[in-house]
T-cell receptor
Framework: QKEVEQDPGPLSVPEGAIVSLNCTYS??????FMWYRQYSRKGPELLMY????GNKEDGRFTAQVDKSSKYISLFIRDSQPSDSATYLC?????????????FGTGTKLQVIP | DGGITQSPKYLFRKEGQNVTLSCEQNLNHDAMYWYRQDPGQGLRLIYY???????QKGDIAEGYSVSREKKESFPLTVTSAQKNPTAFYLCASSMGVVDTEAFFGQGTRLTVV
């Protein structure tokens, strides 16, 4: 079993839809949770960064962490064609620096105009 | 502009040849990392460096080598011992050991022909 599981998609939605992207994990020590967006043939860029449980909102993006269920989500409201990309979740226990970050495989999202 | 520069963007290598991928950052970050990204797999750590003249193996270091002679530079050599080198290679940097936020370069696509 992988430490972090993420549905690879692809996920196709119409423009304006609410998108829900999810990851599950098995390591209960994880307490730092990140979402990266990666456009085709580009490097990932950090979208959201959350510590422990709860919600964090930034514009159209909301990150949600449920540590009791070992489940994290990224919601995108009013999705745009420019949101079409692969979204990677990443997480760590915070004790070992970035070399200890575990990445999901990524979910490919396509927003159709 | 501050950031991480990887070069070249595309690289072709004949079997049996060594090849070096360049990574330069002007963010004044102490820590630098090399990842490999393959379809259907999360980012996998090859090598990381926390400080100049020091580096550590990651999860898949076999067939790779690195150096860290300058804070700004962390080149990766893919040697002929790497059995399956065709992949997308990503360089990243972060402020320090305990930081869990990293910035990525735009990647180098290596193809063995």
């Amino acid at each position: 079993q992988k430490e972090v599981e993420q549905d690879p998609g692809p996920l196709s939605v119409p423009e304006g839809a609410i998108v829900s992207l999810n990851c599950t994990y098995s390591n209960s020590a994880f307490q730092y949770f990140m979402w990266y967006r990666q456009y085709s043939r580009k490097g990932p860029e950090l979208l959201m960064y959350t510590y422990s449980s709860g919600n964090k909102e930034d514009g159209r993006f909301t990150a949600q962490v449920d540590k009791s269920s070992k489940y994290i989500s990224l919601f995108i409201r009013d999705s745009q064609p420019s949101d079409s990309a692969t979204y990677l979740c990443a997480m760590s226990d915070g004790t070992g620096g970035y070399q200890k970050v575990t990445f999901g495989t990524g979910t490919k999202l396509q927003v159709i105009p | 502009d501050g950031g991480i520069t990887q070069s070249p963007k595309y690289l072709f290598r004949k079997e049996g040849q060594n090849v070096t991928l360049s990574c330069e950052q002007n963010l004044n970050h102490d820590a630098m990392y090399w990842y490999r990204q393959d379809p259907g797999q999360g980012l996998r750590l090859i090598y990381y460096s926390q400080i100049v003249n020091d580096f550590q193996k990651g999860d898949i270091a076999e067939g790779y080598s690195v150096s860290r002679e300058k804070k700004e530079s962390f080149p990766l050599t893919v040697t002929s011992a790497q059995k399956n080198p065709t992949a997308f290679y990503l360089c990243a940097s972060s402020m320090g050991v305990v930081d869990t936020e990293a910035f990525f370069g735009q990647g180098t696509r290596l193809t063995v022909v």
